[in-house]
């Protein structure tokens, strides 16, 4: 029997890799050996040897006996069923295999223990759709088309000739699984395989149906109708169960996840259920005080601003902001004032504003002829004089 690879060295990460390395390393190198996406011969014996690594470090006490002892203490505490309890691979897995969970992992491995892989599952699927974020805060009911595999109208799904029937495979007799024993240091291990004659069908088709080349499956481009609720958030999806890519006969077909992508708004910022807007107000609005209407995702509202308003000020308008999924309440809207200079400023408002800077102690005035007295006269003259 060969020797066994370090686990790290498998899934080519250091020695102290966080959980969320450990998953990502994982799910990039299945992504490649996947034995339904690779062509490589080697592909499932690494599949499984992957699989095998990330199992034992995802969990922290066969970890830190495999970091103690190595492959000894694992082999020597653990059969190599229990290595892989506790593990979701289906949920690791979702989206990019071919139908094969977790449970067709552990067959891979122990060929059932004695019991059916079953028919393969059809893929699931995912279609991104494209909404305003006042579509997020209504919701809505649209339509999408997605071209996905359907079960062959002509035939039925089960790939023969209308008025012909598929045989049951020889070879497996059915069963779709050739089954093999295998002496291991562990014992006796039954592992199961496809049957090569029939493609783990179970049934040999005579006459192909020409529509469909005897898959039993077509492609098409079906409508869907989705309802999108209120309060979706960026990057959520739908799950539409069984509306993925169909299944092999028997099979269960995949689902359909649909990703939901809000569209980034010219004015309001979203942070979870609230809004937060920022809105310009005048040097003499916010000294005095001032009624403003500002935007919302319903209309207009009207806000008091207090004299002597500072710029950053945030005025709250509850319930202005978007609805919570399930109907709990609806967020605020958080508006934040900014004191706008002016920039182009004419003679009389110049001014003013002078005027205003004297009062404010903030500029000293300057003298007439008329208001100088006597001393400062005399002071001018002499200054005269010296030059």
Known sequence: MPEKKDYYEVLGVPKDSSEKDLKGAYRKLAMKYHPDRSDEPEAEEKFKELSEAYAVLSDPEKRQKYDQFGHAGINSQYSQEDLFKGVNFEDLLRGFGGGRGGESIFDMFFGGGGRSRGPARGRDLRYDVQITLERAATGLESTIEVPRTESCPTCHGSGAKPGTSPTTCG???????????QNTPFGQMVTSSACPKCGGRGQIIVAPCGDCAGSGRVRKNRKINIKIPPGVEDGQHLKLR??????????????????????????????????????????????????????????????????????????????????????????????????????????????????????????????????????????????????
């Open 171 to 181: 070879n497996c007799r059915g069963t779709g699984q050739i089954t093999r024993a």
């Open 242 to 387: 069984g509306q993925g890519d169909a299944a092999g006969p028997g099979g269960e077909s995949g689902d359909l996840y649909v990703g939901i992508n809000v569209l980034p708004h010219s004015m309001f910022q979203r942070v979870d259920s609230d809004l937060l807007l920022e809105t310009p107000i005048s040097f003499t609005q916010a000294a005095l005080g001032a009624e403003l209407e500002v935007p919302t995702l319903g209309g207009r509202a009207k806000i008091k601003v207090p004299a002597g308003t500072q710029t950053g000020t945030v005025f709250r308008l509850r319930g202005k902001g978007m609805p919570r999924l399930q109907g709990l309440g609806t967020g605020d809207l958080h508006v934040k004032v900014k004191i706008k200079t002016p920039s182009a400023l004419t003679e009389r408002q110049k001014q003013l504003l002078e005027a205003l800077a004297m009062e404010f102690g903030e500029k000293k005035k300057k003298q007439t002829e008329k208001e100088k007295s006597f001393i400062d006269k005399i002071v001018d003259e002499v200054k005269s004089a010296v030059q």
